[in-house]
């Protein structure tokens, strides 16, 4: 059992899980066991599973207006770019119900809310484009997001069996930050390919980085691996090459915020360092993401904006200081890593070569995609 808090004056209460409708998530997508989801339109509003309290809380968090997913999305409280996209829908949900005249500026908050995560602005364009078709119709708008959501799960079902085929019968695994279900509305991009590979009766260890400064990989991944009943083993980052070289790493498996048409891909900061040891120790790199996640307009990473957040993440993780408050601090939220040293993008049409000839001719066979308009 949790508690579901709401934004403003901080409220508790108790907290009965809901079932999602049936037809919002395909019949083949189940979660694994013990792992809540990550977030819940309802009649009262949008409700997310609080990730800034794991793994020491489950605790639910009331958003009733755009504005309150907008500091969720800001906050953490929801991460993952397909969950940040699907929460970002039902922000623009939130708004129509509230006053339908208000969904334009909400469009515009919540684009703000975080400037890598492409499938923010994929979301939100989605979400105008029905706006524009339909005006502020509640029904038609909620139809919408629940369709976003359900193409997320169907689309993590899809990532983990085209990456599932990829390991060997026994596999050693090392990820970075969390790409789990927390992060989507299903089974999670990077370890959607776990949960496939356990299904199919691989044998899995992985090893997940902590994720400094936030620490993503040891509050979340360590402990939704755990539950799922996959053996896990956490480590700090700076042990990931030792590990590669001492315990038979066979390939390493992330996920991604933003991919750039030349393969180029936006993922939390250290995934370029893990790629430059992977490329070193001959082991096999891949990407996992939807197709969701290919920015259009960004011919190469140059062109992915990259977020850097309040240096007190670093300076101060989690309210225990470790560097006096004066101390000039770089903190960027993700890096970029170069296609070349990726080896496989597995994606939910599945697994291409990381150049622009193999991107141009997958996203060019997805007529969902629109093209990013960060003027939105």
């Known amino acids: 059992m949790g508690a579901r808090a709401e934004f403003g004056p901080f409220r508790q209460e108790g907290w009965r899980r809901r079932a999602f409708p049936l037809e919002l998530a395909p019949l083949s997508f189940r979660l694994p066991p013990m792992i809540p989801k990550t977030l819940q339109w309802t009649d009262d509003g949008l409700?997310?599973?609080?990730q800034t309290l794991l793994p020491l809380e489950e605790q639910r968090l009331l958003c009733r207006t755009?504005?309150?997913?907008?500091?969720?999305?800001?906050?953490?409280?929801?991460?993952?770019?397909?969950?940040?996209g699907v929460a970002?829908?039902?922000?623009?949900?939130?708004?129509?119900?509230?006053?339908?005249a208000t969904v334009p500026e909400a469009i515009a908050v919540l684009s703000r809310s975080r400037?890598?995560?492409?499938?923010?602005?994929?979301?939100?364009?989605?979400?105008?484009?029905?706006?524009?078709?339909?005006?502020?119709?509640?029904?038609?708008?909620?139809?919408?997001?629940?369709?976003?959501?359900?193409?997320d799960a169907q689309r993590c079902r899809r990532i983990g069996e085209a990456g599932a085929a990829l390991l060997p019968d026994s596999a050693v695994i090392l990820t970075h930050c969390h790409a789990g279900a927390l992060a989507t509305a299903g089974e999670g991009t990077a370890?959607?390919?776990?949960?496939?590979?356990?299904?199919?009766?691989?044998?899995?260890r992985v090893f997940a980085d902590e994720t400094r400064p936030l620490l993503q990989g040891a509050r979340i991944t360590a402990w939704e691996l755990d539950r799922a009943g996959i053996d896990v083993t956490l480590i700090t980052d700076n042990m990931a090459a030792a590990v590669m070289r001492d315990f038979g790493v066979t390939s390493v498996i992330v996920g991604a915020d933003r991919i750039a048409l030349n393969g180029d891909t936006a993922n939390k900061i250290g995934t370029y360092g893990l790629a430059v040891l992977a490329n070193y120790h001959g082991i096999p790199f891949y990407v996992a993401a939807p197709l969701?996640?290919?920015?259009?307009?960004?011919?190469?990473?140059?062109?992915?904006?990259?977020?850097?957040?309040?240096?007190?993440?670093?300076?101060?993780p989690r309210g225990t200081r470790f560097a006096s408050?004066?101390?000039?601090?770089?903190?960027?939220?993700?890096?970029?890593?170069?296609?070349?040293l990726?080896?496989?993008?597995?994606?939910?049409?599945?697994?291409?070569?990381?150049?622009?000839?193999?991107?141009?001719?997958?996203?060019?066979k997805e007529p969902t995609l629109v093209g990013v308009n960060r003027d939105i």
Do not use: H
Request: with cysteine; aromatic share 6%.
């Open 88 to 100: 970002a829908a039902y922000g623009v949900c939130l708004a129509a119900k509230n006053d339908p």
């Open 47 to 50: 409700e997310l599973l609080d």
């Open 325 to 340: 408050p004066d101390t000039k601090v770089y903190n960027p939220a993700f890096d970029v890593t170069p296609a070349d």
């Open 66 to 84: 755009p504005e309150d997913v907008a500091r969720a999305i800001k906050r953490l409280v929801v991460r993952g770019a397909p969950a940040i």
């Open 115 to 151: 400037p890598t995560a492409v499938n923010l602005f994929w979301a939100l364009e989605r979400m105008r484009r029905c706006y524009e078709k339909n005006g502020g119709d509640l029904e038609r708008l909620v139809e919408e997001a629940s369709f976003i959501e359900q193409e």
């Open 342 to 364: 990726i080896t496989a993008l597995v994606t939910d049409a599945g697994v291409i070569a990381p150049n622009r000839g193999e991107i141009s001719k997958l996203l060019d």
């Open 191 to 204: 370890l959607s390919i776990l949960y496939a590979a356990k299904r199919m009766g691989k044998s899995l």
């Open 292 to 316: 969701s996640t290919f920015d259009r307009t960004a011919a190469d990473g140059s062109a992915i904006p990259i977020e850097e957040r309040d240096p007190e993440e670093v300076r101060a």
